[in-house]
């Protein structure tokens, strides 16, 4: 299994409201649970051949996930714009949302959940990634 660093301030006040009241933390189990993952890929690996698995071999993994509801990918710069934080050479953004937190649980416990963990120790550096937990975006357009 990959280790991945948690930093979630949403996920901690949702812990800490939820407890309390458990038809709350029923409701929370229920609703849509979506996430992000920083990404480095692993040493000896080239940016190339990183973006060439993310991009070609890796959804397939992804999209068998049972309860997942989508699944998008970003690629990071390589070179930031000098307003922008560097972010330590980290290569990808990936957002994963999941029909439920339950969903999310129940999927860490399947066979296709496992191939998409093997098939991301391959080309990522599993002790290096980094999750956020985040709330549904809203998408503005001019």
Do not use: W
């Not at 812990?15 to 309390?20: M, Q, V």
């Not at 458990?22 to 649970?33: D, E, V």
């Not at 990936?94 to 937190?101: A, D, H, K, R």
Request: one cysteine or more.
């Amino acid at each position: 299994m990959t280790n991945i660093t948690t930093a979630a301030t949403t996920t901690t006040t949702t812990t800490a409201t939820t407890a309390s009241h458990p038809a709350a933390a029923s409701a929370a189990l229920k609703q849509p649970y979506a996430f992000v993952v920083l990404t480095k890929r692993r040493a000896g690996v080239t940016r190339e051949q990183f973006v060439h698995h993310y991009q070609k071999i890796h959804p397939a993994y992804s999209l068998k996930v049972p309860g997942l509801l989508s699944y998008r990918q970003t690629l990071l710069s390589e070179s930031p714009e000098p307003r922008c934080m560097p972010m330590d050479h980290y290569d990808s953004l990936s957002e994963y949302t999941y029909v439920s937190y339950q969903a999310f649980l129940d999927a860490q416990e399947t066979q296709e959940y496992d191939a998409l963990q093997r098939d991301s120790d391959l080309f990522m550096d599993g002790a290096r990634l980094i999750m956020f937990r985040v709330q549904d975006g809203t998408l503005l357009l001019p």
